[in-house]
């Protein structure tokens, strides 16, 4: 079974503890956190439970941790002297982190090492979570920009037009992610070092 650090996307209503702040201009970031019990008395143990407990990816495989987003796009499309523009444009962002937490019953060497290890979970998340809100700026930007002169009163074209533009921007930023998380889950990279340290 695959064990892997990955970041998911999917329109999904926020669980748990959510904390509101702004992230960048026009975009509303919404974060909470859950976390899954993981026990063993060594590094190989721990590892097993994460195979075993961790959040789903897919039908069969699990995860280390996962980052999930889900922007939500504000506004509407009306037709203004001639021109289709979104009228009270906004992006809302949450963005919902998965993480293990080590049973307090584990042996100071490993909660050592595990504080290593998880320290190196929550900086490949963040990373997740930076593209999400490059992304949700990027939509944002479009939003406001997006001007289609017509004299279609319901702005059929134009609403056809911004979903093909939304569409190559979320394209653009799954090919980032996974780029990603290719070179971090690679032989030797960041994840696997991770592991490595976790179960020596």
């Not at 809302?92 to 090492?113: N, W």
């Not at 979970?121 to 920009?145: N, P, T, Y």
Request: aromatic residues 8%.
């Amino acid at each position: 079974m695959p064990l892997e650090i990955r970041r998911a996307a999917f329109a999904l209503a926020a669980m748990g503890l959510m904390v509101s702040q702004p992230a960048l201009a026009g975009v509303h970031l919404s974060e909470s956190t859950r976390y899954y019990i993981v026990n063993g008395q060594t590094g190989r143990e721990v590892v097993r439970e994460m195979a075993r407990r961790g959040p789903r990816s897919g039908f069969l495989a699990r995860d280390i941790a996962q980052t999930w987003y889900s922007p939500r796009n504000d506004g509407e499309l009306v037709l203004e002297n001639g021109i289709c523009r979104v009228r009270n444009p906004g992006v809302r962002l949450h963005i919902r982190y998965t993480y293990p937490r080590l049973s307090d019953r584990a042996a100071p060497q490993l909660q050592h090492r595990w504080q290593a290890f998880i320290e190196g979970v929550r900086k490949h998340e963040a990373q997740h979570a930076a593209l999400a809100i490059q992304m949700a700026d990027k939509i944002d930007d479009l939003l406001s920009r997006f001007a289609m002169r017509t004299d279609d009163r319901h702005c059929g074209k134009a609403k056809r037009e911004m979903a093909r533009r939304m569409d190559a921007i979320w394209k653009e930023y799954d090919l980032r992610q996974n780029a990603f998380d290719r070179v971090e889950h690679r032989r030797g990279g960041e994840v696997d070092k991770l592991v490595k340290a976790l179960t020596r």
